[in-house]
């Protein structure tokens, strides 16, 4: 690293934030210890640009090329040096142009990694490939008949030839290049225009949303390295990337590239701080349509049919009307399970013993036995019980049906002589399909599913655009700035399954924006759709959108000239002219969403993704199916700028979750709102910033939603109704007060107000009977009292309890270290929690109070002093693991139970009086049923 004293000329003028201040403090002590490697995650709105130019001009002090997705982001870098003085004596300060470097180039990745498009070599080595391609798929023998294969193609059929040679070019550099050859399938342009940076002596490679080098551009960048004679390199991104579907090699090279994350950027900390909007995130529920019901019932059906057939639990028409009389398995699915755990017999031979068997195959070995009880077949006798601790009791039926119905089908009916067997297979298999389960050779993989398919683009979901925008027209009245978010302006090709269901629309943009234009307030929006290849726009609006967007042309300097093409409720707005393209009519209807021409623009997540940018968004309702971290952070970055216009400004964020969940994967919708929320932060009802879906309403859980099929309406109620309390949730947002910088752990739990059942605590001063708070309080007193004692905790923190609506208790430590924290949570959650095998447990007293003759005569002022109090065993808890080892430490948390809690001895469980205790406790259902969930959260 330069050093820092060092004469740069230019200097920043302006002021950090303090986001930005921890993040540069970080990298300049990476910096000091002559790393060459700064990898920085901030979210969108964050000074993401501003961060990377402090670290060009006061920390690194060397020439620089910054590289960004596409030029819109690239403009952004080369403008906000407007915060910088640059001294006069440099000639050469900025530049954008790759034939030109300066000080700072600011340059698209395309520029510096643009492929040779053709060439003898390359056109050679792909034809090679073709080659080698038509003979392992057995459409040649040998090369010289690949050879006149492709020759007859070149001749009769030029484009496809064309289109095939150009898919071969690309695997071929794609194979050059992860051999770490890259540079050599440059174009000459971007060759040329890497020496010119290292000409000019760049020192440092600022990469901007550096998520998008898992490809040809990291392949590329990570070749350049050398021959820009190794410069620093700082990564910046609002989100890491996907590494689904990935190739190995490239996920390696990412991470050897940018090496882990030195420093995130949290959402809460930049919103606390006050340089992004606050927001809440919302869910409105729907259930399908009756004729989606219909279909997922049918499916739901013959695939039960199907399991009960191989159960052989019938051999003649079934119930759905699919004659199945003569395809009877030879041998039906329990008495092969029941078979292959008594003999333990593998594909791959018989295993010696049990301990072998599960470990060879342990997914059969834990739900195996259990499918066996739930069909009422005594386990063989060298099966022990299952550990029923270890299976979810949210788990759906049907995640617990795969694992068996997988080994049966590929290990018994495949390989059976029989071919009965064989068509009751491909049949099983078939209902798996449309489930979304895939058998292969090797096991049952996710695919794309109809069922899902059904519930991601319901009819309904688009219906619920309607209360949703009417609930924010109602609380923000003409300054609503709403965008409606799809996968695609259309949905592709429909699976047969549900064509019925499904038209080419559905689910899609084009779909919400008709919907939008049927319903009288909504069409008050006057909606614009807005996608890749598409612009429509509202009847009513179209004069006014006609002349605004003639005006704005011509004050851009555009030439283009536009028509409408009248459709029902709608125009569809046509350009002529080379200028009129996407990046042209986005930024033109942009601006006039942004002065309210339109309230209301449809997309899809493409095109109003990364690198959108509207400050005037405060209402974002998301259609799309999208899970990735990466896509979702994209979405919601859009809303969460600030808005200079509106310093009070609280963005909605809405999902639109369709869910069915009496029906096997009636909850696939569900689900993906679950994965959508996993790392992402939001305001909960306490005014606690949450870390996953529980933000949204503390009802919901990782699996399914507790109680939510008979509460839909309420749950959409109370939602409507936080549209209209902006100014009550912004409020708890705390904006500018201190807080701490770092997520802590706390505990959420639900269901502990019933099991204090009314009593009052067992000590003689008691005059308030248990609460769920106040038991949580006490029992986390006596835990904490405990692990201070036993010198497990470094010090003697504030314990902090609160309601949340619906029953919910949030506990957690104040301002405790974070291996201190996750010590006690867990410790409590064992506390409180259903009983794992414990070591040690102990009882729970409480008292019950009751009126004596005195205590009825007399008034409420002094009855109290004459009931009678009658003490019961209320419950019987487990006894930390970590204070379990040994009998010393179990009598320290006694004591600490004693004063807080209850009177009660630790016992041992696993013999004796103890065990005797908890077998009587289970018996008389007095064991915790809490659920107890740990969550991440910013206070």
Known sequence: MPDSDCLFPVRFTGRLRPAQVDAVTIAQAQLAKGKRRVHIVAPPGSGKTVLGLYLWSECVKQPAVVLSPNSAIQAQWASRTSLFQVSPEVSDGVSTDPKSPGLLTSLTYQSVTLPERGGTDLDAAAVGLWQETLIAKGQAENPDEAAVWIGDLRRHNAD???????????????????????????????????HRLR????????????????????????????????????????????????????????????????????????????FLAPYQDLAYFVRPTSEELQYLATVDGEFREVVRLLCGEFGQESDGGVDFSQHVCSEPLPVWLERVLKTLELPTGRMKDWTTFERRDPELARIGPLFLMSRGVRLPPNVPPPDTTSIDPQAEELDLLVPVLDRYLRHRLRRSEDPADHVLADQAIAKLRLLGIQITETGPRACASPVGRVMAYSTAKTR????????????????????????????????????????????????????????????????????????????????????????????HGCATDLAYQEEAGFHVLTGSGEQWCPRVYVAMITDLFQRGVTR????????????????????????????????????????????????????????????????????????????????????????????????????????????????????????????????????????????????????????????????????????????????????????????????????????????????????????????????????????????DRPRYVIPRYADEVSDTWVSSLLPELFARYFRRRDRRMAMLHAVPSVLSKKKESADVFAQHWNRHVSPGEALYAHRGPGQEMLENARRSRQVPVSVVREKEVFL
Request: aromatic content about 6%.
């Open 160 to 194: 496809y030839y064309e289109e095939r040679l150009s898919a071969y070019r690309k695997m071929v550099r794609d194979r050059v290049a992860i051999r770490g050859k890259s540079l050599q399938t440059l174009h000459a342009s971007s060759l040329e225009a890497l």
């Open 199 to 274: 000409d000019r002596g760049v020192g440092l490679v600022i990469l901007d949303e550096c998520h998008h080098l898992m490809g040809h551009w990291g392949r590329v960048l990570a070749d350049a390295r050398e021959l820009l004679e190794q410069p620093i390199v700082i990564g910046l991104t609002a989100t890491p990337p996907d590494r689904d579907g990935k190739a190995p090699e490239d996920v390696e090279r990412y991470d050897e590239f940018f090496g882990p994350i030195d420093y995130e950027v949290p959402v809460p900390a930049v919103v606390k701080d006050g």
């Open 464 to 555: 619920a655009l309607l209360p949703i925008l009417e609930a924010e027209m109602e609380a923000l009245g003409d300054t609503i700035r709403a965008v409606v978010i799809a996968d695609y302006e259309k949905t592709s090709a429909v699976a047969p399954e549900v064509g019925h269901l499904l038209d080419e629309e559905a689910g899609g943009a084009v779909a919400a924006f008709r919907g939008l234009l049927a319903d009288a307030r909504a069409d008050g929006l006057d909606p614009v759709l807005v996608t890749g290849s598409t612009v429509l726009v509202d009847d009513d609006l179209a004069e006014r959108f006609m002349g605004e967007a003639k005006s704005w042309l011509a004050e």
């Open 600 to 835: 209301c623009l449809v997309g899809t997540r493409g095109l109003l993704g990364e690198g959108w940018d509207a400050n005037k968004v405060n209402v974002l309702v998301n259609l799309a199916s999208v899970t990735t971290s990466m896509s979702v952070n994209q979405l919601r970055g859009r809303s969460i700028r600030l808005d200079p216009d509106v310093p009070e400004k609280l963005a909605d964020n809405w999902d639109v979750v369709c869910i069915a969940p009496e029906f096997a994967k009636g909850l696939d919708d569900y689900r993906r709102f679950i994965d959508r929320h996993k790392t992402i932060y939001g305001l909960a009802d306490d005014g606690a910033i949450e870390k996953g879906v529980g933000h949204v309403h503390a009802a919901f859980t990782e699996l399914k939603p507790e109680g939510l099929e008979g509460s839909l309406h309420v749950l959409n109620d109370d939602m409507l109704g936080r549209a209209g309390r902006r100014a009550e949730y912004r409020a708890l947002w705390r904006i500018g007060e201190p807080y701490h910088p770092d997520p802590i752990h706390t505990l959420e739990i639900h269901g502990v107000g019933e099991e204090a059942g009314g009593g009052f605590p067992p000590f003689k001063q008691s005059k308030q009977a248990w609460t769920g708070a106040s038991l949580s309080l006490a029992v986390g007193h006596a835990v904490l009292g405990a692990l201070v004692e036993a010198r497990l905790l470094k010090k003697q923190y504030h314990l902090q309890v609160g309601d949340r609506a619906g029953g919910y208790v949030r506990l957690f430590l104040e301002r405790a270290a974070p291996e201190d924290g996750a010590l006690f949570t867990e410790a409590v959650r064992e506390t409180l929690g259903p009983l």
